[in-house]
């Protein structure tokens, strides 16, 4: 295991994920690349830009640190291309339930709780203070914003990015590449993709 990590993105999401590294106390060395920030945060330095990538490849473990999920999935995809080393992330203070599984280059933030027998994919962004109930499963590339609350045995589908203090009840699915709107209230299965917001949720456009 190497004692390096590497973090793609200097931006607020990048700098959320460094703070949680540096809580974790498990990296000698946290750096970052980024495309156009170039001054350091939080006392760690940005390396380079991506196209340096392959110069790190042997000796960090490397996450991405964006918060846009089609852009996570491009990002990801490359350093996995090059055969990097993808951690998970999790915050000292979230609670992970028994027989939970995380997926390569997820990220769970501050006092979340991922409660038991759920699966949660790779590169998805569980935000602070969300919880994710029993038996859950969220696809890849999924961001989960702070306060979020899912209920027992949901779906929801790959690349969805659901809103701020948004609520999904109990054995509800939803439906890959969907929007949900801030504090929205999901009450029945969303079939299709797009934005959807309320209370109850209805499809925006």
Known sequence: ???KLLIIGAGGHGRVIADIALQMEKWKSIGFLDDSNTKPYMGLHVLGTTQNLSEYIDEYEIIVGIGDNSK?????????SFGAEIPVLIHPNAVIG???VLGMGTVVMAGVVVNCCSVIG???IINTGSTIDHDNSIE???HISPGVHLAGSVNVGYGSWLGIGSVVSNNIKINN???LGAGSVVV???TEAGVFAGIPAKRLK
């Open 98 to 100: 028994s027989q939970v």
């Open 72 to 80: 996570r999935k491009e990002v990801n995809d490359l350093i996995e």
């Open 1 to 3: 295991m190497r004692n």
């Open 188 to 190: 029945k299965d969303i």
């Open 140 to 142: 890849d590339f999924v």
């Open 177 to 179: 590449n969907c929007i």
């Open 122 to 124: 790779k590169g998805c």
